[in-house]
Nanobody
């Protein structure tokens, strides 16, 4: 059973930076897409950024130019560098791993709170 473990969330002021990391315990087979989603109170979970095992990235318009997703395939890790944070970035951030073979794993979530 694969588990995704997130770290790096916390409290930041507007304009500051945070870095999220997600490590998979166990093997995740390629090809796959790993990514980050977030859910703010009272809102639906939404895509933040994804990166394929080949390195192709996709970002939500709201984070383009501020967030950068990266991964280390050999370590089954994915990171999210979040710069110029805004209060509207406040949410629980979830790591996800989706494989074309049909698996879909989620982490437990990590809270990011940005104060103005």
């Amino acid at each position: 059973q694969v588990q995704l473990v997130e770290s790096g969330g916390g409290l930041a002021q507007a304009g500051e930076s945070l870095r999220l990391s997600c490590a998979a315990s166990g093997s995740i087979f390629s090809p796959n897409v790993m990514g980050w989603y977030r859910q703010a109170p009272g809102k639906q979970r939404e895509l933040v950024a994804t990166i394929s095992s080949g390195g192709r990235t996709n970002y939500a318009d709201s984070v383009k130019g501020r967030f950068t997703i990266s991964r280390e395939n050999a370590k089954n890790t994915v990171n999210l560098q979040m710069n110029s944070l805004k209060p509207e970035d406040t949410a629980v951030y979830y790591c996800n791993a989706f494989g074309t073979s049909g698996y879909n794993y989620w982490g437990q979530g990590t809270q990011v709170t940005v104060s103005s």
